[in-house]
C-alpha cells in the first residue's frame, strides 16, 4: 500500500467510513493500519 493511499484511507476512516467501504480486503487493512491506531488515545 502505498504512503498516498494509506493517507486517503485514514482519511475516509476518520470521516466515519467503514472499512468494509474502502474496496480493500480488511485484513490488509488492519496490517496497514492498526484498530489503535485510528482512535485519539489522549483523552
Given at each position: 500500500?502505498?504512503?498516498s493511499k494509506?493517507?486517503?484511507a485514514?482519511?475516509?476512516?476518520e470521516s466515519?467510513?467503514?472499512?468494509?467501504d474502502l474496496g480493500?480486503?480488511?485484513?490488509?487493512?488492519?496490517?496497514?493500519i492498526p484498530s489503535a491506531a485510528r482512535f485519539n488515545m489522549d483523552d
Open positions: 500500500m502505498t504512503d494509506l493517507e486517503s485514514k482519511k475516509l476512516l466515519g467510513l467503514l472499512p468494509k480493500i480486503s480488511i485484513p490488509i487493512l488492519y496490517r496497514w
